[in-house]
């Protein structure tokens, strides 16, 4: 579903019917497989704004998408007013707002793991980020508090190298991100991020650990970029061709696919079937979201707190 609407939404904006598009492809591995390992009904996903994967795997439907995508009113987060295609959130999937200020929202999730330790609500919270964040503040700030107090959360970098055009050796001097970890008492984790069951282990672990009161968890998910940051950028200007097109063999849905049709999971005709099934349902959610109410301008300051 998550490669359908992404698909969805590059055609929505090559055809000028949406604005913006921050692709998801070759996340969606990890995105699935941690989402699927918060199982709780107390846990918070607190997602950053590529994490289509993510919101998808908690529920979130496709015509709810197609609504950010859209900029409607009926957008559950922000009623249509922030960037199109990046800012999702539901309270009723426990889904916390997402924000654009790249790894604001680190130390947002440490808060939401005292707060349930606090309550003693048995409650977990799966917090997502990019390589480039953590070279910001926020990471540091945020580990470390969770690190101190053993807080209920599990951290996941969806390290695909690049921050827009800054590559990962630009951004740190040790590429071996779990290895952060460390500094924080907390056990780092580097999986394969496009081998599916490898991630959906590690995340299940992190969980358990961090659910049983053991404290957080730094998982590293490496992973390759399929796409450009966004419909708005070229990365043929930073990017040497051959990396563009090795990324392209490091697709981790291609790759499920084959892990499942090798255990007789899944035949050619039922793949077919399903990617069948997302590409209509995320092409009606689009021409149903298009056709929604605008919002008002009156209702900019809605929510809006000083
Ligand atoms: C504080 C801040 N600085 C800069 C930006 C512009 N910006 C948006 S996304 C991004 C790159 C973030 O890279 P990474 O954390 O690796 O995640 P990715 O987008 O690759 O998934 C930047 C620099 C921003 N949104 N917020």
Known sequence: MTKALDDRMHMLVRQGRAPFVGSARGHEGIQVASTAALDGPHDWLVPHYRGLGNAVTRGLTAREWMLAVFAKAGDPLTAGRNIPGGCFGSARLRIASVSQVVASWIPKAAGLAYASKLRGDGGVVLCTFGDGSTSKGDFHEGLNFAGIHKLPVVFVCENNGYAISVPLRLQTGNLDLSAKAAGYGIPGVAVDG???????????????????????????????????????????????????????????????????????????????????????????????????????????????TA
Do not use: F, M
Request: aromatic share 6%; hydrophobic share 35%.
């Open 194 to 304: 496009t081998d599916v069951p490898a991630c959906y282990a590690a995340c299940q672990a992190a969980v358990a650990r961090a659910r049983a009161g053991a404290g957080p968890t730094l998982i590293e998910a490496r992973i390759w970029r399929i796409n450009a940051h966004t419909s708005e950028d070229n990365q043929a200007k930073y990017r040497p061709p051959e990396d563009i097109e090795e990324a392209t063999r490091h697709d981790p849905l291609l790759r499920y696919e084959a892990w499942l049709a090798e255990r007789g999971c899944l035949s050619d005709e039922q793949a077919r079937g399903v990617r069948s099934e997302c590409d209509g349902e995320a092409a009606e959610a689009a021409d149903w979201a298009e056709a929604q109410p605008d919002p008002r301008p009156e209702d900019l300051a809605v929510n809006v």
